[in-house]
Protein backbone atom coordinates (compact mmCIF):
# COMPACT_ATOMS: atom_id res chain seq x y z
CA UNK A 1 0.00 0.00 0.00
CA UNK A 2 1.00 3.38 -1.13
CA UNK A 3 2.41 5.61 1.96
CA UNK A 4 3.13 9.24 1.96
CA UNK A 5 5.56 11.49 4.24
CA UNK A 6 6.30 14.74 4.62
CA UNK A 7 9.11 15.67 7.27
CA UNK A 8 9.39 18.03 9.51
CA UNK A 9 5.91 18.23 10.25
CA UNK A 10 6.50 22.19 10.66
CA UNK A 11 9.12 24.42 9.79
CA UNK A 12 9.86 28.30 10.98
CA UNK A 13 11.90 30.47 9.26
CA UNK A 14 13.02 33.81 8.78
CA UNK A 15 11.51 35.94 5.35
CA UNK A 16 13.47 35.79 2.70
CA UNK A 17 15.41 32.10 3.15
CA UNK A 18 14.91 29.92 0.81
CA UNK A 19 13.58 26.43 1.49
CA UNK A 20 13.12 22.89 0.75
CA UNK A 21 9.99 20.72 1.61
CA UNK A 22 10.36 17.36 1.16
CA UNK A 23 7.84 14.17 0.50
CA UNK A 24 8.47 10.59 -0.05
CA UNK A 25 6.78 7.46 -1.00
CA UNK A 26 7.52 4.03 -0.37
CA UNK A 27 5.83 2.51 -4.37
CA UNK A 28 7.62 4.61 -7.07
CA UNK A 29 5.22 3.41 -9.33
CA UNK A 30 3.45 6.53 -9.74
CA UNK A 31 1.95 8.70 -12.38
CA UNK A 32 2.28 11.78 -11.10
CA UNK A 33 2.89 13.94 -7.79
CA UNK A 34 1.03 17.15 -7.07
CA UNK A 35 2.17 19.72 -4.77
CA UNK A 36 -0.94 21.59 -2.84
CA UNK A 37 -1.18 24.72 -0.63
CA UNK A 38 -3.60 24.74 2.37
CA UNK A 39 -4.60 28.17 4.44
CA UNK A 40 -5.83 27.31 7.67
CA UNK A 41 -9.88 26.62 7.45
CA UNK A 42 -9.67 26.92 4.05
CA UNK A 43 -9.30 24.43 0.67
CA UNK A 44 -6.77 22.83 -1.11
CA UNK A 45 -4.98 24.96 -3.91
CA UNK A 46 -2.90 23.15 -6.30
CA UNK A 47 0.78 24.37 -6.69
CA UNK A 48 2.25 22.10 -9.02
CA UNK A 49 1.71 19.01 -11.19
CA UNK A 50 4.89 16.77 -11.73
CA UNK A 51 4.11 13.92 -14.07
CA UNK A 52 6.05 10.44 -13.71
CA UNK A 53 7.53 11.16 -17.32
CA UNK A 54 9.11 14.84 -15.73
CA UNK A 55 11.64 15.62 -13.61
CA UNK A 56 10.99 19.35 -12.11
CA UNK A 57 8.17 21.88 -13.06
CA UNK A 58 8.55 25.63 -11.76
CA UNK A 59 5.92 28.14 -10.67
CA UNK A 60 7.06 31.94 -10.10
CA UNK A 61 9.27 31.08 -6.83
CA UNK A 62 8.09 27.24 -6.16
CA UNK A 63 9.90 24.46 -7.97
CA UNK A 64 9.10 21.21 -7.70
CA UNK A 65 11.36 17.87 -8.27
CA UNK A 66 10.92 14.32 -8.69
CA UNK A 67 13.26 11.24 -8.16
CA UNK A 68 11.14 8.14 -8.72
CA UNK A 69 13.38 5.88 -8.11
CA UNK A 70 14.36 7.22 -4.73
CA UNK A 71 10.51 7.80 -3.97
CA UNK A 72 11.07 11.40 -3.35
CA UNK A 73 10.15 14.72 -4.38
CA UNK A 74 11.30 18.18 -3.12
CA UNK A 75 9.64 21.92 -3.15
CA UNK A 76 11.74 24.56 -3.11
CA UNK A 77 10.41 27.86 -2.32
CA UNK A 78 12.46 30.76 -2.97
CA UNK A 79 12.98 33.66 -0.73
CA UNK A 80 10.45 33.38 1.61
CA UNK A 81 7.55 35.81 2.40
CA UNK A 82 5.05 35.78 4.96
CA UNK A 83 2.23 35.53 3.02
CA UNK A 84 4.22 31.73 2.04
CA UNK A 85 2.73 30.95 5.50
CA UNK A 86 0.32 27.77 4.96
CA UNK A 87 0.99 24.22 5.38
CA UNK A 88 2.06 22.21 2.21
CA UNK A 89 0.48 18.97 1.20
CA UNK A 90 2.06 15.90 -0.96
CA UNK A 91 0.05 13.88 -2.61
CA UNK A 92 0.92 11.15 -5.52
CA UNK A 93 -1.60 9.33 -7.79
CA UNK A 94 -0.09 5.56 -8.19
CA UNK A 95 -2.90 3.59 -9.48
CA UNK A 96 -6.35 4.79 -11.00
CA UNK A 97 -7.31 8.21 -9.87
CA UNK A 98 -7.19 8.67 -6.22
CA UNK A 99 -4.78 11.16 -4.51
CA UNK A 100 -2.81 9.57 -1.61
CA UNK A 101 -1.77 12.22 0.63
CA UNK A 102 0.86 12.88 3.29
CA UNK A 103 -0.04 14.96 6.16
CA UNK A 104 1.73 18.08 5.12
CA UNK A 105 4.50 20.43 6.33
CA UNK A 106 3.20 23.61 8.13
CA UNK A 107 5.01 26.47 7.20
CA UNK A 108 5.85 29.90 9.17
CA UNK A 109 7.32 33.00 8.13
CA UNK A 110 8.40 35.49 10.25
CA UNK A 111 9.03 39.10 9.06
CA UNK B 1 -15.42 29.53 -14.11
CA UNK B 2 -16.42 28.85 -10.67
CA UNK B 3 -14.55 26.03 -10.65
CA UNK B 4 -15.62 23.30 -7.93
CA UNK B 5 -17.91 24.76 -5.46
CA UNK B 6 -19.30 23.24 -2.44
CA UNK B 7 -22.59 23.78 -0.28
CA UNK B 8 -22.89 24.16 3.09
CA UNK B 9 -19.49 25.48 3.77
CA UNK B 10 -20.44 24.62 7.73
CA UNK B 11 -23.27 22.08 9.40
CA UNK B 12 -24.01 21.10 12.53
CA UNK B 13 -26.48 17.74 13.13
CA UNK B 14 -27.30 15.62 16.04
CA UNK B 15 -26.75 11.62 15.86
CA UNK B 16 -28.77 10.17 13.63
CA UNK B 17 -29.92 13.03 11.39
CA UNK B 18 -29.30 12.61 7.82
CA UNK B 19 -27.99 15.55 5.21
CA UNK B 20 -26.52 15.69 1.77
CA UNK B 21 -23.11 17.74 1.17
CA UNK B 22 -23.53 19.28 -2.17
CA UNK B 23 -20.61 19.17 -4.93
CA UNK B 24 -21.12 20.75 -8.54
CA UNK B 25 -18.02 21.83 -11.08
CA UNK B 26 -18.10 24.01 -14.42
CA UNK B 27 -15.07 22.54 -15.87
CA UNK B 28 -16.35 19.44 -17.25
CA UNK B 29 -14.11 17.07 -15.56
CA UNK B 30 -15.26 13.28 -15.72
CA UNK B 31 -13.31 12.19 -12.29
CA UNK B 32 -15.01 13.49 -9.34
CA UNK B 33 -14.46 13.15 -5.52
CA UNK B 34 -15.03 13.29 -2.13
CA UNK B 35 -12.45 13.09 0.70
CA UNK B 36 -12.03 13.93 4.12
CA UNK B 37 -9.53 15.30 6.56
CA UNK B 38 -8.97 15.00 10.17
CA UNK B 39 -6.28 15.91 12.61
CA UNK B 40 -3.71 13.71 12.49
CA UNK B 41 -5.41 11.38 9.75
CA UNK B 42 -4.67 13.53 6.54
CA UNK B 43 -6.83 13.68 3.68
CA UNK B 44 -8.81 9.80 2.95
CA UNK B 45 -10.83 9.07 -0.44
CA UNK B 46 -14.14 8.25 0.94
CA UNK B 47 -15.97 7.69 -2.69
CA UNK B 48 -15.27 9.14 -6.36
CA UNK B 49 -16.93 8.75 -9.72
CA UNK B 50 -15.36 8.35 -13.31
CA UNK B 51 -18.30 9.76 -15.23
CA UNK B 52 -22.01 10.07 -14.88
CA UNK B 53 -23.28 6.78 -13.65
CA UNK B 54 -20.29 5.43 -12.19
CA UNK B 55 -19.38 5.23 -8.42
CA UNK B 56 -16.93 3.45 -6.36
CA UNK B 57 -15.96 3.62 -3.02
CA UNK B 58 -12.34 4.80 -1.76
CA UNK B 59 -10.65 4.01 1.31
CA UNK B 60 -13.38 5.01 3.77
CA UNK B 61 -17.39 4.21 2.09
CA UNK B 62 -18.68 3.41 5.37
CA UNK B 63 -21.41 5.82 6.58
CA UNK B 64 -21.70 7.60 3.21
CA UNK B 65 -23.92 7.39 -0.10
CA UNK B 66 -22.85 8.54 -2.99
CA UNK B 67 -24.64 9.08 -6.97
CA UNK B 68 -23.70 10.73 -10.16
CA UNK B 69 -26.44 11.68 -12.22
CA UNK B 70 -24.86 14.44 -13.85
CA UNK B 71 -20.83 15.41 -14.92
CA UNK B 72 -21.15 18.47 -12.91
CA UNK B 73 -22.81 16.80 -9.90
CA UNK B 74 -21.54 14.47 -7.36
CA UNK B 75 -23.95 14.60 -3.61
CA UNK B 76 -22.38 13.61 -0.67
CA UNK B 77 -24.96 11.72 1.63
CA UNK B 78 -25.12 10.66 5.48
CA UNK B 79 -27.22 8.63 6.12
CA UNK B 80 -27.89 8.59 9.91
CA UNK B 81 -24.67 11.15 11.44
CA UNK B 82 -22.62 9.92 13.80
CA UNK B 83 -20.15 11.92 15.89
CA UNK B 84 -17.18 9.90 14.30
CA UNK B 85 -18.20 11.87 10.99
CA UNK B 86 -17.26 15.27 12.72
CA UNK B 87 -14.96 16.26 10.11
CA UNK B 88 -13.79 18.63 6.86
CA UNK B 89 -15.01 17.44 3.66
CA UNK B 90 -13.70 18.30 0.66
CA UNK B 91 -15.00 17.40 -3.07
CA UNK B 92 -12.77 17.57 -6.10
CA UNK B 93 -12.79 17.29 -9.84
CA UNK B 94 -10.26 16.43 -12.53
CA UNK B 95 -10.06 15.20 -16.37
CA UNK B 96 -9.11 11.51 -17.15
CA UNK B 97 -5.79 10.95 -17.83
CA UNK B 98 -2.35 10.61 -16.75
CA UNK B 99 -2.13 14.06 -16.22
CA UNK B 100 -5.00 14.73 -14.30
CA UNK B 101 -4.38 18.11 -12.25
CA UNK B 102 -7.20 17.84 -9.68
CA UNK B 103 -8.98 21.19 -8.04
CA UNK B 104 -10.64 21.37 -4.82
CA UNK B 105 -13.58 22.97 -3.38
CA UNK B 106 -13.48 25.34 -0.31
CA UNK B 107 -15.03 22.47 1.85
CA UNK B 108 -17.82 21.70 4.33
CA UNK B 109 -16.89 21.49 8.03
CA UNK B 110 -19.30 19.42 10.05
CA UNK B 111 -20.04 19.16 13.18
CA UNK B 112 -22.23 15.89 14.66
CA UNK B 113 -22.97 16.00 18.16
Known amino acids: KQEVTQIPAALSVPEGENLVLNCSFT??????LQWFRQDPGKGLTSLLL?????REQTSGRLNASLDKSSGRSTLYIAASQPGDSATYLC??????????FGKGTTLSVSS | NAGVTQTPKFQVLKTGQSMTLQCAQD?????MSWYRQDPGMGLRLIHY???????DQGEVPNGYNVSRSTTEDFPLRLLSAAPSQTSVYFCASSYLGSSNEQFFGPGTRLTVL
Open chain 1, 91 to 100: AVIDRGTALI
Open chain 2, 27 to 31: MNHEY
Open chain 1, 27 to 32: DSAIYN
Open chain 1, 50 to 54: IQSSQ
Open chain 2, 49 to 55: SVGAGIT
